[in-house]
């Protein structure tokens, strides 16, 4: 294909065509649950949740990064292995929707997200009706934030993830260790070779996603950071004197979201707003979720370590036990070189006048240089038994 007077090859055409459409995979899911894919670029995403060209980088399914939950002005930037997210207060972008791990997620956040803003409008419909907004309000504050709801369901995915993918490492693993136990050959040591570099990558991922979780723990203010919509009724309410950020799209329910956010947070408004309690029993949840996970693997890096011990002690044994055959073999060599050297030196063609008339003196040769030859045999076996050189 020409362009601008260059020839561009067609694989180059089908890899940057490629290339195009997987950095604009995205899909967009509000309060309600709808979901709507995104044909935009980088910048778009950029602009509409206001976060760095870094912080989306770290997104990027081209570049390695480990598991990371930030938390920036208006947004939560998610990567947990496969799931890729940007959460807002009211949205969540998703990365990659047409992938099969991906898939079950977003069925997930389209069943999960309506669920508890429906209820949380019947709630206060009802309660509206009898007469009391007060009632409504405390309602709406017993509501988790949309952006913790978004982020229980990709926690709750990834932990499950991992621990199927943990399940099913331990019921390929087992079964090959003891196996190796009765049997040492060549296949069965490759198969539990394969399976424990599957174990340690495993560990790493899982061990990513723990620390990701223990150090968000550690630090209240990172878990602050969280509160989008804490932050976001905040800028909105009177107390601040700010109107609605001018980077939300213009929308007909816009402000009754807004209004509902801040009649959520209120009471966190005006009380502590390092609060983060609820997000930490979050978070500790599912912290230790990941960690029994990570326990499980630990058992069976235990596992097979004494596997490997037990193999190394049966190795051991056996060599042993080629070492006591070698001594015999080498014992039994000496004492019939003994013997060979004696035939040896009567065998030479040498004049002698004693071997004249004495015919029976080679018969008495023969016994003298056996029994002399065993005697040292067992000699030298008594004295190996004695020092413990051979077992009992």
Not at 73 to 84: G, M, S, T
Not at 107 to 126: C, V
Not at 148 to 173: K, M, Q, W, Y
Request: aromatic content about 6%.
């Amino acid at each position: 294909m020409a362009r601008d007077g260059f020839i561009v090859p067609v694989d180059t055409q089908a890899a940057l065509k490629k290339k195009t459409v997987a950095a604009r995979s995205w899909i967009l899911l509000d309060c309600t649950g709808e979901g709507t894919v995104l044909d935009v670029d980088k910048y778009a995403i950029m602009h509409r949740v206001q976060i760095h060209a870094r912080d989306l980088r770290i997104l990027d399914p081209l570049l390695s990064y480990p598991s990371t939950i930030l938390g920036r002005e208006r947004a939560i930037v998610l990567n947990l292995e496969h799931i890729k997210a940007i959460i807002t207060a009211e949205e969540v972008l998703l990365r990659d929707p047409s992938e099969d791990n991906v898939i079950p997620i977003v069925e997930e956040l389209r069943r999960r997200l309506p669920a508890a803003n429906a209820k949380s409008q019947e709630q206060g419909d009802g309660r509206e009706q009898n007469g009391g907004p007060n009632d409504a309000e405390m309602g709406e504050e017993d509501e988790s934030p949309f952006e913790f709801r978004a982020l229980e369901v990709a926690l709750e995915a990834i932990c499950s993830f991992l621990d199927a993918r943990t399940t099913e490492l331990e019921s390929a693993a087992y079964p090959a260790l003891d196996e190796l136990t009765s049997k040492i050959s060549s296949r069965n040591l490759d198969r539990v070779r394969k399976l424990k570099s599957q174990m340690t990558r495993l560990t790493a991922r899982v061990q990513k996603v723990r620390d990701e979780l223990e150090q968000l723990l550690d630090d209240d203010d990172d878990m602050a950071d969280l509160y989008l919509s804490r932050k976001l009724a905040g800028a909105s309410s009177p107390v601040s004197g700010s109107g609605v950020p001018s980077w939300y799209p213009a929308s007909p329910t816009i402000g009754s979201k807004i209004s509902r956010a801040s009649r959520a947070s209120m009471t966190s408004i005006h009380g502590n707003e390092n609060d983060v309690e609820e997000l930490e029993m979050l978070l500790e949840a599912y912290f230790m979720q990941i960690d029994g996970t990570l326990n499980k693997l630990n058992t069976l890096r235990e596992y097979i370590d004494d596997t490997e011990d037990y193999i190394n002690i049966q190795l051991d044994n056996h060599r042993n036990q080629l070492i006591q055959l070698e001594l015999f073999l080498s014992s039994g060599t000496v004492c019939l070189s003994i013997y060979a050297l004696v035939a040896g030196v009567f065998g030479m063609n040498i004049p002698y006048t004693w071997n004249d008339e004495h015919g029976y003196m080679f018969k008495w040769v023969i016994i003298v240089s056996g029994i002399a030859c065993a005697a040292l045999f067992v000699l030298i076996i008594s004295y190996a038994r004695l020092k413990g050189l051979l077992g009992s």
